[in-house]
């Protein structure tokens, strides 16, 4: 079954920057949707931003801090993440839709069919 792998979760203070990476297995999802979802203790999954193959979105709550793009190069989907807050503390996803994807990459959790393990980020104050 092919899964994605998220990396670069980590513990930073309030105010600093990680950048995670969703590996995506030889390529093939180059042109399949990609997106971050993250979810924290005791609360739902929670949309972060996402890429198509000519399209980006990010939560409205998230622009300006969080920024998503590829590098095809490395076959990889980065989301970088910068002035974290607290609030920001959940395990984060990567996930793929099955099929190439044109437009504006879908914000609901169920258009994605392969996903990643997750990684943590801490924010701590």
């Known amino acids: 079954q092919v899964q994605l792998v998220e990396s670069g979760g980590g513990l930073v203070q309030a105010g600093g920057s990680l950048t995670l990476s969703c590996a995506t297995p030889g390529g093939t999802f180059r042109t399949a949707a990609v997106g971050w979802f993250r979810q924290a203790p005791g609360k739902g999954r929670e949309f972060v931003a996402a890429?198509?193959?000519?399209?980006?979105s990010t939560s409205d709550s998230l622009k300006g801090r969080f920024t998503v793009y590829r590098d095809d190069g490395k076959n990889t989907v980065v989301l970088q993440m910068s002035s974290l807050k607290p609030e920001d503390t959940a395990v984060y996803y990567c996930?793929?839709?099955?099929?190439?994807?044109?437009?504006?990459?879908?914000?609901?959790?169920?258009?994605?069919?392969?996903w990643g393990q997750g990684t943590q980020v801490t924010v701590s104050s």
């Open positions: 890429i198509s193959w000519n399209a980006d």
């Open positions: 996930g793929a839709t099955s099929q190439s994807w044109l437009g504006t990459p879908p914000r609901r959790g169920d258009s994605y069919a392969y």
